[in-house]
Nanobody, 119 residues
Framework: QVQLVESGGGLVQPGGSLELSCAASGTFGGINAMGWYRQAPGKQRNLVAEISGGGSPNYADTVKGRFTISRDNAKNTVYLQMNSLKPEDTALYYC?????????????WGQGTQVTVSS
C-alpha cells in the first residue's frame, strides 16, 4: 500500500504564496506521475498540475505562470509552489500518485490540505 501525506496548506492573503508538499510512503516499486488536484465546495475535483516520472510538468490554464510543480524522486515527494494566489484558488488540494505495486500501476490519493485565499 501507498500512503500520501500532504502538508503546507493554510490561510494566505491575495497575492501571497504557499508551498504544498506531498510525501509518498509504503511498499511500492516506484512512483510514476504525481500531481495536484483541487476541489472547491460544490464543484468537481480538477487538475491543477501534474509531473511525469521524468519530470515533465503540465498545468491547468488557470494556474500557468503562477504555480510550479516539482518533485524529489529520492524522497518520493512532490511540491507545488503557489505564487500570486487569488481568492478563486481557495479549495481543498489533493495529491495524487501513480505507484507501481506488485507489477500493477495503481492510483492513490492523499487526504487533502485546505488552501484559503482571503483578506
Amino acid at each position: 500500500q501507498v500512503q500520501l501525506v500532504e502538508s503546507g496548506g493554510g490561510l494566505v492573503q491575495p497575492g501571497g504564496s504557499l508551498e504544498l508538499s506531498c510525501a509518498a510512503s509504503g511498499t511500492f516499486g516506484g512512483i510514476n506521475a504525481m500531481g495536484w488536484y483541487r476541489q472547491a465546495p460544490g464543484k468537481q475535483r480538477n487538475l491543477v498540475a501534474e509531473i511525469s516520472g521524468g519530470g515533465s510538468p503540465n498545468y491547468a490554464d488557470t494556474v500557468k505562470g503562477r504555480f510550479t510543480i516539482s518533485r524529489d524522486n529520492a524522497k518520493n515527494t512532490v511540491y507545488l509552489q503557489m505564487n500570486s494566489l487569488k481568492p478563486e484558488d481557495t479549495a481543498l488540494y489533493y495529491c495524487k500518485a501513480l505507484a507501481l505495486v506488485r507489477s500493477a500501476v495503481l492510483q492513490y490519493w492523499g487526504q487533502g490540505t485546505q488552501v484559503t485565499v482571503s483578506s
